[in-house]
């Protein structure tokens, strides 16, 4: 059973460190629009997650007078980095768009495949763009076209699927929009941010996927993400949690993607998400430290706690999301699932 100095030690943590448990920042210029809406990504609309076909190898390496005489020198830079870091046989997704990527700058308000400065959309394989933003969205654009494959049927009339980083979509809909922004805003600031150009991003979506993969660790993160795999991830966090609890945090995520930006961070139904999203985090990591019998769980988990604050919270104005109580229900939560797992392989 859990020892319960660690609940000491984390409500030390939450009132040391937090003078109201946790926040999240929102824009003084946002706070009197209103918060609208439109649908709602419920749990209850989630069936499965896709397995990803076998990718094919239609390129082994990048052809650069494949590209746009204009663009083969930020492509390059790209690449040079990213095989630094990321082995070879993740990269086939990348191989096989990049030779036939078509990058299409815009100098008009609205992007016809993007609501903000830059999109990629792997339907089509085209990286769209305004024009001024160039520099700043590129590898972000890139690290998506990288990730991303697509599930043909034998009918082109039927559904078709698509597979980008974490998210999957077709006509029918969408999971994991939120938390693969989130996660390429990670990378992006992690491989790029020594260029000139410092990205700018979804820092809440980005500070999450931070959390995430601290829990779950860059190696497999870098597999999955890649390889277009969402099942592969979801199949090794059933190891620690259930799956219902993983959809729940992966629409929740599209949930803050969806409506949280440039609408009221502090409407209750935001809130709510945050705190759902900050619990499973902290429930994931303390299953996983049971389940793995680390010697050092109760000290790591306080750590955790504190990566929180430090990663999805700002100086600005700010809202309370969770508190030490919360906290200490989500760590119980977590001992509770590990011994669920553990009873399941006896």
Same mark, same amino acid.
């Given at each position: 059973?859990?020892?319960y100095?660690?609940?000491a030690?984390i409500?030390?943590?939450? $009132?040391?460190?937090?003078?109201i448990?946790l ?14 809406l439109?649908? #709602? ?6 069936t499965?997650v896709?397995?990803?076909?076998t990718?094919s ?5 990048l052809?650069?007078?494949n ?13 040079? $980095?990213?095989?630094k870091?990321v ?16 990058f ?16 990629y959309?792997?339907e ?5 763009? +305004?024009a ?7 590898? #972000?654009?890139?690290? #998506? ?9 034998p009918n ?5 699927n698509?597979?980008?980083?974490f ?10 929009r939120?938390?693969?922004e989130?996660?390429?805003? #990670?990378l992006d600031?992690?491989y ?6 410092e ?14 993969e ?21 199949n090794l966090?059933?190891?620690?949690i259930?799956?219902?609890? =993983?959809?729940?945090f992966l629409?929740d995520?599209?949930f ?11 409407h209750?139904?935001?809130?709510a998400?945050m ?15 049971c389940i $793995?019998?680390?010697s050092? +769980?109760?000290n790591? =988990?306080?750590?955790f706690v504190n990566?929180?604050f430090n990663?999805i ?29 553990k009873?399941?392989?006896?």
């Amino acid at each position: 059973m859990l020892d319960y100095d660690i609940i000491a030690l984390i409500t030390a943590i939450a $009132t040391t460190f937090l003078t109201i448990p946790l926040y999240i920042v929102y824009d003084k210029k946002m706070k009197k629009k209103p918060f609208r809406l439109v649908k #709602h990504l419920d749990i209850g609309q989630v069936t499965d997650v896709i397995i990803p076909p076998t990718i094919s190898k239609k390129y082994d390496e990048l052809n650069i007078k494949n590209i746009q005489l204009l663009y083969r020198k930020q492509v390059k830079k790209f690449l040079e $980095t990213l095989e630094k870091i990321v082995p070879k046989e993740y990269l086939q997704n990348f191989y096989n768009n990049i030779n036939e990527i078509k990058f299409k700058p815009s100098f008009v308000k609205h992007l016809t495949i993007a609501s903000a400065a830059g999109g990629y959309a792997p339907e089509i394989n085209v990286i769209e763009f +305004k024009a001024e933003e160039f520099f700043r969205v590129i590898n #972000h654009e890139l690290l #998506h076209m990288a990730s991303a494959t697509h599930f043909p049927q034998p009918n082109p009339d039927s559904e078709q699927n698509y597979l980008s980083g974490f998210v999957q979509f077709s006509d029918m809909g969408e999971i994991g929009r939120g938390f693969n922004e989130g996660y390429t805003v #990670h990378l992006d600031h992690k491989y790029f941010s020594h260029q000139k150009h410092e990205p700018k991003g979804y820092k809440i979506l980005g500070g999450i996927a931070k959390l995430f993969e601290s829990i779950v660790g860059e190696q497999d993160m870098m597999k999955f993400y890649f390889t277009a795999n969402l099942n592969g991830l979801y199949n090794l966090l059933c190891n620690y949690i259930p799956g219902n609890n =993983i959809y729940q945090f992966l629409t929740d995520c599209d949930f803050i993607y969806s409506y949280g930006y440039g609408q009221n961070l502090i409407h209750p139904d935001f809130v709510a998400r945050m705190k759902s999203i900050i619990s499973f985090l902290i429930t994931l990591a303390y299953s996983k430290l049971c389940i $793995t019998n680390d010697s050092e +769980k109760e000290n790591k =988990i306080a750590t955790f706690v504190n990566m929180i604050f430090n990663s999805i919270s700002y100086d600005e104005i700010k809202q309370p999301i969770i508190n030490a109580e919360e906290i200490k229900e989500a760590i119980i939560t977590g001992e509770m699932f590990a011994e669920q797992m553990k009873s399941q392989t006896l």
